[in-house]
């Protein structure tokens, strides 16, 4: 394992190095847990943001109007709003 140094700032900051940065693909705003191990030695975890999936349901409904899809807003308003009609 190789050592990477950081400094902390008068303003209690840390800079992650960017070999580290680029291997555990941290982005800017990106949050990081840190807990104490023991009275030197600290565990900094990465949380990882979600990532954002489509609802199946609604894809199996865009793939019926994949070919043959509603040509104006008004036909796409209509066929929507079919399943508000109980």
Known sequence: MVA???TL???GQVSVPAAL???LGITPGQSLI???ISED???VRVVR???KKQSPSMRGFIKTLQKKGP???AEWMELLREGEKL
């Open 4 to 6: 990477n140094l950081s």
């Open 9 to 11: 700032t008068e303003r």
């Open 21 to 23: 940065r680029r291997q």
């Open 34 to 36: 840190w807990s104490a």
């Open 41 to 43: 030695e600290f565990r």
């Open 49 to 51: 943001r979600p990532r």
């Open 71 to 73: 040509a104006t807003t």
